[in-house]
Nanobody, 119 residues
C-alpha cells in the first residue's frame, strides 16, 4: 500500500521550533492536496494545515502565525515548520493526503511523528 513517509518531530522546549517532512509517492503528491493533522492527548485528530497543488495554504486558528506549510514538487515532499511551540502543542502529528477536510475521509496517512514540547 502506498504510504506517506514522515520525518522530523522530537522534543523541544517551549518557544522552540521543529520542522516535519512528509514524502509522498508521485501519484499522490501530484494528484491531491496535502496536509497535516495532529492528535493531542485525549483529543480527536484535528487538521492543522493544508496546501494544494498550486500552493494555496490554510491553517487552523490555534496554530495560525506559528506554523508554515510548504512543498517541494521536485522531492514530492511537504513540510510543516512549527515555531513558538507551546506545551499544549504536544501530540502526534500526521501527514495526510486527499480528502483532507474530515479525518474520517482522508485517503492516505503517514505513520505519525511525536512532538513533545516541555515547559
Amino acid at each position: 500500500q502506498e504510504q506517506l513517509v514522515e520525518s522530523g518531530g522530537g522534543s523541544v522546549q517551549a518557544g522552540g521550533s521543529l520542522k516535519l517532512s512528509c514524502t509522498a509517492p508521485e501519484g499522490i503528491f501530484s494528484g491531491c492536496g496535502m496536509g497535516w493533522y495532529r492528535q493531542l492527548p485525549e483529543k480527536q485528530r484535528e487538521l492543522v494545515a493544508t496546501i494544494s497543488g498550486d500552493g494555496t495554504t490554510a491553517y487552523t486558528a490555534s496554530m495560525r502565525g506559528r506554523v508554515t506549510i510548504s512543498q517541494d514538487h521536485a522531492k514530492n515532499t511537504v513540510y510543516l515548520q512549527m515555531n513558538s511551540l507551546k506545551s499544549e502543542d504536544t501530540g502526534v502529528y500526521y501527514c495526510a493526503a486527499c480528502r483532507l477536510y474530515s479525518a474520517d475521509e482522508v485517503s492516505y496517512w503517514g505513520q505519525g511523528t511525536q512532538v513533545t514540547v516541555s515547559s
